[in-house]
């Protein structure tokens, strides 16, 4: 329970934190605002993927990030430097959440263990689309702080976040939330128009 309350009220995303930002999100809000994101902007089917749960990528994301709890909000390219290292722990701590009821009072929930293998699965359709929400909501983030708070980054600094994050979206899902969401959003329209990503 300690660490549940710990997690929910002290974790702050690190990439926030790192450039300043003024009450910065937590990963308890990034996982909440990328299911709520998947909630309403996910369609209930896709015809040409059988495959496709909309029901699990929901249930994905909400829990994605509860590792952290441990290991701590570890900025991208620190994982990638070692990412079998960070996978490996990363998986351990949900397998003590989610499976083996290793603390007091706490359920074993295998069904969601299930979900969460998805995450790291290359060939999991479900997987990559609950990935390009938790890549979207962090960009909406992004540009939420860089409107209100553009003190905090610089155009280029952007532009290479923008460009990074854009190129690994490429279900049909995940192109329409990105197009809904960031490029035709209004308030992000001024800085999008700057950076040359949309037309004026």
């Not at 549940?4 to 937590?26: C, F, H, K, L």
């Not at 351990?92 to 359920?107: H, K, N, Q, W």
């Not at 069904?111 to 699965?121: A, H, P």
């Not at 003190?151 to 600094?157: A, K, R």
Request: aromatic letters at 10%; proline letters at 6%.
């Amino acid at each position: 329970e300690e660490s549940y309350n710990t997690y929910s009220r002290r974790i702050y995303r690190t990439g926030w934190v790192d450039r300043g930002i003024q009450a910065p999100e937590t990963d308890a809000e990034h996982m909440y605002h990328a299911w709520m994101m998947a909630m309403m902007f996910l369609p209930k089917e896709l015809p040409d993927h059988p495959e496709y749960s909309k029901d699990s990528i929901l249930k994905l994301l909400l829990i994605h990030d509860i590792a952290e709890v441990i290991t701590g909000d570890i900025p991208k390219p620190d994982k990638s430097m070692n990412p079998e290292k960070f996978i490996r722990k990363e998986s351990d701590e949900m397998g003590i959440y989610l499976l083996r009821g290793s603390y007091s009072g706490l359920a074993s929930t295998p069904e969601y263990y299930e979900v969460w293998k998805m995450w790291y699965d290359e060939k999991s359709l479900n997987g990559h689309i609950a990935h390009e929400i938790d890549i979207i909501q962090t960009l909406h983030q992004l540009l939420t702080y860089a409107s209100d708070q553009p003190e905090c980054f610089t155009d280029d600094g952007l532009q290479q976040w923008l460009d990074d994050d854009c190129q690994e979206i490429c279900t049909g899902p995940g192109i329409d939330i990105l197009q809904s969401v960031i490029m035709k959003n209004k308030k992000f329209r001024p800085i999008l128009q700057r950076l040359g990503l949309i037309d004026s």
